[in-house]
């Protein structure tokens, strides 16, 4: 069992940054590959970031490479997600999320612990 908490989120203007953290409980974080995603109102959740249980492998959704930052502590049992330059579009909740060997970890599907969520909004 893995409980998940997000932090860091508020409002930012275009242009800023933004630091999330998600603090897992349990003695097996290290194990869990990590991913985070967002929820815009009236729209599907979606893939922002993605890091296996390692570290050593990344994943970004085309529209936050190069922006945003994923890393993982696993001593501390913390991911972060930097998030740099932010739009306008940036806006939703965003959502942490643990799963053991995912194999697509760019879907939410083989996730299967959930964080509450932390609101992003980013003004224009």
């Known amino acids: 069992q893995v409980q998940l908490v997000e932090s860091g989120g508020g409002l930012v203007q275009a242009g800023g940054s933004l630091r999330l953290s998600c603090a897992a409980s349990g003695r097996t974080f290290g194990s869990y590959d990590m991913g985070w995603f967002r929820q815009a109102p009236g729209k599907e959740r979606e893939f922002v970031a993605a890091i296996r249980w390692s570290g050593r492998r990344t994943y970004y959704a085309d529209s936050v490479k190069g922006r945003f930052t994923i890393s993982r502590d696993n001593a501390k049992n913390r991911v972060n997600l930097e998030m740099n330059s932010l739009k306008p579009e940036d806006t939703a909740v965003y959502y942490c999320?643990?799963?053991?060997?995912?194999?697509?970890?760019?879907?939410?599907?083989?996730?299967?612990?959930w964080g509450q969520g932390t609101q992003v909004t980013v003004s224009s």
């Open positions: 999320a643990a799963g053991l060997n995912t194999v697509a970890p760019t879907t939410p599907h083989p996730y299967d612990y």
